[in-house]
């Protein structure tokens, strides 16, 4: 829950916000967003990493108030298409603080990015160096690179969001010599300005040993950098994915430790090479995101499936939070519209759309006295919800509303069936 959630007459608050006002006023279904949560967070990981750079990974959640608050905060944002990078500059995000990244970035998101001078390009394979340092010559710009390395970690988390191990998509192989290659061919290059190396190793993740294990390689390939072509390196981006609770019992690091243990490692492997220790970038986006927002949705059939469980539609589903069908992911949800003091039943929340696989809850307890209009509230769905949301059975995006000290106010409005037909011929 945002840390500003409450209940006021047996209702859910949000920043002072009473949910049925916001339910009546807006429509559901709703993403609420905590503006102070949002921006707490943002300064959490900006003194964890003091000394080093944050970039908000704007993938979990973009729109263009977003981008002013991360802005405003004074951290990087982490784009990977030129749509994000779009919105960023549509704000007048300074593109210094910007980095790039995607394993196929196109020429011309790649021109764009270079005209718009954004700070960094996390390159990310053998084509892609060629077409930066294409590009850059042509547009007479030096681009400042970083190149996303594969460190061999597994990561314990769902395989679609492990990124570390060799046989995926992203990165340049440690362990195979790509990455020592790909540092040759960047410094070969004289419009391109090498100034660190990156890895992500994946999402959602507790277990902080990887980020440790994937520390440590770097700061390895750091030294051997500076062995074989007398270059340091300024900069070592550990990418995201530190994990948050999405239910009870879920764990998640606590940043401050994890960032004090990378900067140890760090700095043991670069003293004992004679080296200057490197500054630490991070690229959070579910740990700044996920917890700000709450997904509110209203109740419209309740079925009892006898000797099994009850199920409870609402008025979204896979199109405003695809993430229980593609990963199995677990919620939470509670009755949000009232106290009821009634037993609970084991129930599931399921959406609108035409698939049995449309589950929003795969468990709940709710209680036995719910009923129809009732709302439902589910926590830590700031990220990766409204940013993978869709338009599956024609349903129109759902508005994402910012709440604070009280005070509700639309930040991406609610999609009508105009915005469905528009662009169809
Ligand atoms: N940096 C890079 C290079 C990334 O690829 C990602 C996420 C991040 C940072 C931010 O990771 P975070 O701190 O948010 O874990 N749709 C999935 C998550 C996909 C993550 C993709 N990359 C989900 O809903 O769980």
């Excluded at 409450?6 to 002072?16: E, F, K, L, N, S």
């Excluded at 967003?33 to 707490?40: K, L, N, Q, Y």
Aim: aromatic share 6%; with cysteine.
């Amino acid at each position: 829950w945002p840390r500003t959630s409450g209940r006021t007459d047996g209702a859910v608050t949000i920043a002072g916000v009473d949910v049925r006002d916001l339910a009546r006023d807006y429509g559901t279904p709703l993403y609420v967003v905590d503006e102070d949560d949002f921006r707490s967070r943002c300064r959490d990981y900006k003194a964890a990493f003091d000394g080093g750079h944050v970039y908000y990974a704007g993938k979990a959640f973009l729109c263009r108030e977003v981008a002013r608050w991360v802005d405003q905060e004074g951290l990087g944002l982490d784009v990977c298409s030129s749509g994000e990078l779009a919105v960023a500059l549509s704000v007048g995000f300074p593109p210094e603080r910007i980095a790039l990244h995607g394993n196929n970035k196109s020429y011309a998101e790649l021109e764009a990015a270079l005209r718009a001078g954004v700070g960094r390009v996390v390159v990310d394979s053998f084509d892609e160096i060629a077409r930066v340092g294409y590009l850059a010559e042509k547009l007479d710009v030096r681009a400042q690179v970083q190149i996303r390395v594969t460190t061999g970690v597994e990561a314990h988390t769902h395989e679609f969001i492990a990124t570390a191990h060799d046989d995926q998509k992203f990165g340049l192989s440690l362990n195979s010599g790509a990455a020592a290659e790909a540092v040759r061919r960047v410094l070969a290059l004289p419009q391109l300005e090498l100034v660190g190396l990156h890895s992500h190793i994946g999402s959602q993740i507790f277990d902080t040993a990887g980020f440790e294990v994937a520390a440590r390689r770097l700061a390895m390939l750091l030294t051997q950098v500076k062995e074989e072509h007398g270059v340091v390196l300024p900069e070592l981006d550990l990418g995201g994915g530190y994990g948050i609770a999405y239910v009870r019992g879920d764990d998640p690091p606590d940043i401050k430790v994890v960032a004090d243990s990378l900067r140890e490692i760090v700095a043991r492997v670069c003293d004992d090479a004679g080296l200057p220790v490197p500054s630490l970038t991070v690229e959070p986006g579910r740990a700044i995101a996920g917890p700000a927002g709450v997904t509110l949705y209203e109740v419209g059939t309740i079925k009892d499936v006898e000797g099994l469980r009850s199920y409870v539609s609402v008025d979204g589903g896979m199109s405003d939070n695809l993430r229980t069908a593609l990963y199995g992911a677990e919620y939470t949800c509670v009755l949000a519209s009232r106290a009821s003091d009634a037993p609970g039943v084991l129930s599931r929340v399921v959406g609108k759309h035409c698939e049995s696989g449309d589950i929003v809850v795969r468990d709940a307890w709710l209680p036995e006295d719910l009923a129809l209009g009732d709302l439902l509230a589910l926590p830590a769905t700031g990220a990766y919800c409204r940013s993978l949301a869709n338009n599956y059975n024609y349903l129109p995006k759902p508005a994402v509303v910012a709440v604070r000290d009280g005070v509700s106010r639309v930040i991406v409005h609610r999609e009508n069936e105009d915005d469905l037909l528009r662009g169809q011929v």
